[in-house]
């Protein structure tokens, strides 16, 4: 009998899972769709209703919360073929252990680079979760607590325990998780503009790509500003979403009129010209903190530095 945490190999019987304390409290049907790779959940639900999974040789419900050490039982089931899974490379691994910035009381404080999408998925085969997953083996519970644009750098949150996933979620729903950006604005920062409160909506567009537009229909969505430095054609801001919406402080940024540098999705492609030219060859917007407590009550307040590159077009503009 195996108890490993890893599905059997395919065409395999019954397979054994044994619970560790980190999953504790996650249902049943989300701790098997993570293992058993490839099975649709409609099949999932369908051998939960009929019995065929057994937990400490009881049968159980779909929304059944495991206990950590309990005994799962899966029966022999097929699972698709899946093409070989990616693994994060040398040269990935060392940046980002390079970049954790905080590893205590199960949770970790990554600055994420920019092009490194945070999960796999839609044509991306690796992304930040699947790395560290690969990098912490003796980790049986790792999941982001909140999300970063592939585009973005900086710091994210990302949780080793239960525990402290849903301490950390819960803070963010109560607005009291901090999370602080800069970004660099295109143009003059309208003076005494530090509140921006505009309802936001996703479209998809007929090719298939994500907008989000300032839309009375849209979803409430706050953001506060605050100049940092202004340059000749551009401003320095900081910003702190009130709410936590897709692209938020980029569309926000793009209400007011001073879409963000480098945003190949707001900003027009001849005001990311003469940024290029500056030499900036991304989107200008770094998690530069973020702060929150971990279930004891200790609080965590971690800065991200911001990117040697993004430090290098803020001097390009100072000499201008």
Known sequence: MSTDQSPSPQGSGVQFFTVPEELA?????????????????????RILRKGEVRVNKGRVKAEYRLQ??????????????????????????????????FDEGGLLVVNKPAGLAVHGGSGVRLGLIEALRQMYPESPFMELVHRLDRDTSGAILV???????????????????GKSYLALAAGKWPRGRKLVEAPLKKNTLKSGERMVVVDGEGKPSTTRFQVEERFNGATLMSAEPVTGRTHQIRVHAQFVGCPLAGDAKYTPDEVNSAFRDLGLRRLFLHSAGVKCTLPDGKRVDVTAPLPAELEAVLGNLRRA
């Open 25 to 45: 409290g996650q249902r049943i049907d989300n701790f098997l769709q993570a293992r058993l790779k490839g099975v649709p959940r409609s099949r999932i639900y």
């Open 68 to 101: 950590g050490g309990d005994l799962v039982r899966v029966p022999p089931i097929r699972m698709a073929e899946e093409s070989v899974p990616a693994v994060a490379g040398e040269a990935l691994r060392r940046v980002l252990e390079s970049a954790i910035l």
């Open 159 to 177: 949780a080793r325990k239960r525990a402290v996933l849903l301490h950390i979620q819960s803070e963010l729903r109560a607005g009291k998780l």
